[in-house]
């Protein structure tokens, strides 16, 4: 029940804004004279007219109908406890409630519509990729050597702080055996294992210390599971690190 002095309810302005009316006269004569009352019917009303524009709805979960068929199942329990003469005054409930309901469910629809298409936008979106601190301060191109048909390319990074990376590319891998890269001097008498190359794509750390000028190419060997640590002496790919402003 409605005064003049008091506002409508959410539930009477639900019912108002989807029935047109409401069964509480006193409601209706509020209504009538308070601007701040119209104004929350306006705003449901645009609500629930904007369901008939198309949006895009999450699937509910899949316990959703359970917990509305024991809503259902409750009410109707209560429904039936009440005395007759309260049976009118459950009903104005119950469809005051429902009314509410269906605002409520406006109001998530539209959330829900929103949150999918920023979702979409999202997903729509040119990927940026990764940011990486890492800078190029020179590289090679990995010339084959002997009869090996493998083409490569070598790229010395350093990172922010001052360690330096070797990202080495291959055009293949060793059908037997294994590829490794070193870094060696210019007449190949002393050498400095890096790692082996485990794909075709594979960054090395540089160890610590480690002059460059000292040791300025890039040397990728063919190697074979023998337990020798040392150059096997077929080198497939080898290439001058020439170096860039950092």
Known sequence: M???SQHLTDQQLAEIAVEGSTTDTPGTEHLAGCASC???VADLRRLTGLLSEPVQILAPPASLWGRVEDSVRESTTDQASVPREGAR?????RKATWGAALAGLAVGTLLG?????????LRDAPDQGPTSSLVAVGSAHLEPV???AIQGDAVMERD???SLKLHVDVSELADDGYLEVWLRDEGATRLVSLGAVTSRS???DVPEG???DEFPVVDVSHEHFDGDPTHGGETLLAGTMDSKDA
């Open 113 to 121: 519509g929103a949150a999918v298409t920023a979702t979409s936008n």
């Open 202 to 204: 594979t960054t090395v």
């Open 160 to 162: 922010q702080d001052g």
């Open 2 to 4: 409605a005064n003049s």
């Open 89 to 93: 005054h459950v009903a104005r409930h």
């Open 146 to 148: 002997g009869q090996t």
């Open 38 to 40: 119209r104004a929350g």
């Open 210 to 212: 480690l002059d460059l």
